[in-house]
């Protein structure tokens, strides 16, 4: 009997304290603190609250917080003026989740830079601050960088004697906000020789003048310049070159100098624009057809090889197969060496994180949201980026 009694008790007392215990899939977002790594249903929340604000810019919202939402979540901490370390705690989550933004004055911060397409905080403030200057006429501010945006910037810099491009950098922004600007600033503060020719590796004065030429356009977004011309450095110049209808190769050479100093704006293109030309047509259609036809072709860890292949040697054996770029052995490799795309097209390589942070799977971009690559588990096989497993784990295109 007293057994019995015991065990009712007990029974009773157990069913009261799960009743009880907070559920972690009933929390809110903002009850605990999100970094990369986790997967729950918080994650998805917090996607969507970073796609309400322009910040999060994948088709859709995942469990699962890897390097987009990082990316993301950082760039949101910047515009609001918090700590941009990529993980969601009390202080991201008071201003993420509060509908007003986190400064209501109309003065932008001459240090950024912004230019059509991107969505912050900040473009709020520079539309405000247009309009108190009679350039912006919309009837209302948003935090969208759009065309009436950009026409309003073409004004005012036409206005006040800048170069017309319709990008919101320093100079533009300083003059903005009331502050004197030098419009004739000494060529060594910008302006880049067209007799030198400056490429990856090399560390010189000149390249922390091209770095800066690149960023007043809006093409270098490293936080501060520097005399090393890196991976960063190149791949501005390539985003440049495409735009300016160049050789795109990364070198800094007397033609792509000679436009960078220029004021001609140039027109802002979808790097997927730069690439149509029946050479690179014909390169794309054989590397893709080389790809197919190895369909079925063994995983083989290091294998580079028709008798197996890893995924950056199946990526590799077919771009050289098809004279297409020359491409790195290593996946962590070929994603610095890309150049990075929002929408991949037909011959784009997509990366993943798949076993380790960082890039570590790829596969060649087929369209219709399909890739081929060598699965470990499938050898060369076709896959769907919204594939539940590869969905989550997406990291990005790179063009090259």
Not at 101 to 109: M, Y
Not at 205 to 221: C, E, H, I, N, R
Not at 349 to 373: C, R
Request: proline fraction near 3%; include cysteine; hydrophobic fraction near 30%.
């Amino acid at each position: 009997m007293k057994k019995l009694i015991y065990s009712v008790v007990l029974g009773s007392t157990i069913s009261a304290a799960v009743a009880t215990a907070p559920n972690s899939a009933d929390a809110a977002l903002g009850d605990g603190l999100l970094k990369q790594g986790m997967n729950n249903s918080d994650v998805k929340d917090l996607q969507q609250q970073l796609k309400n604000k322009g910040y999060f810019k994948l088709g859709y919202t995942t469990t699962y917080f890897g390097t987009i939402t990082k990316d993301a979540l950082k760039n949101f901490q910047r515009a609001n003026g918090l700590a941009a370390d990529g993980i969601a705690g009390k202080n991201t989550y008071r201003v993420l989740l509060n509908n007003s933004t986190s400064s209501s004055s109309g003065t932008v911060s001459s240090s950024t830079l912004l230019k059509y397409g991107m969505s912050s905080p900040q473009v709020k403030q520079l539309q405000s601050a247009l309009k108190q200057k009679g350039y912006f006429n919309f009837g209302y501010t948003t935090n969208y960088y759009g065309s009436i945006t950009r026409d309003a910037v073409i004004k005012f810099q036409r206005a006040n004697g800048l170069a017309a491009d319709g990008i919101a950098g320093p100079k533009t922004l300083a003059k903005l906000n009331g502050s004197s600007v030098s419009s004739g600033s000494s060529s060594s503060s910008s302006g880049v020789s067209t007799s030198t020719t400056l490429r990856l590796g090399m560390s010189s004065p000149q390249v922390q003048k091209l770095q800066s030429a690149l960023k007043q356009k809006g093409y270098f977004t490293s936080s501060r310049t520097t005399n090393y011309y890196g991976t960063i450095t190149r791949d501005a110049v390539m985003k440049f070159q495409r735009a300016a209808g160049l050789a795109v190769d990364g070198i800094a050479g007397p033609k792509t100098l000679a436009a960078l100093n220029g004021n001609t704006p140039v027109a802002e293109s979808k790097p997927s624009q730069g690439s149509g030309s029946t050479s690179s047509s014909q390169t794309t259609q054989k590397i893709i057809s080389i790809a197919k036809s190895l369909r079925g072709v063994p995983y083989v860890w290091g294998g580079t090889s028709t008798s197996g292949f890893d995924c950056s040697g199946f990526i590799q054996y077919v771009f050289n197969k098809a004279g297409g770029p020359s491409l790195p052995r290593t996946v962590a490799a070929m994603y610095d060496r890309g150049t990075s795309v929002s929408s991949p097209k037909v011959g784009d390589l997509v990366f993943f994180e798949t076993y380790k942070p960082g890039a570590s799977h790829a596969g060649i971009y087929l369209g219709n949201s399909q890739f081929i690559h060598a699965g470990s588990s499938t050898g060369v096989t076709i896959s769907s980026l919204h594939n539940t497993y590869w969905a989550p784990r997406y990291l990005g295109a790179k063009t090259y």
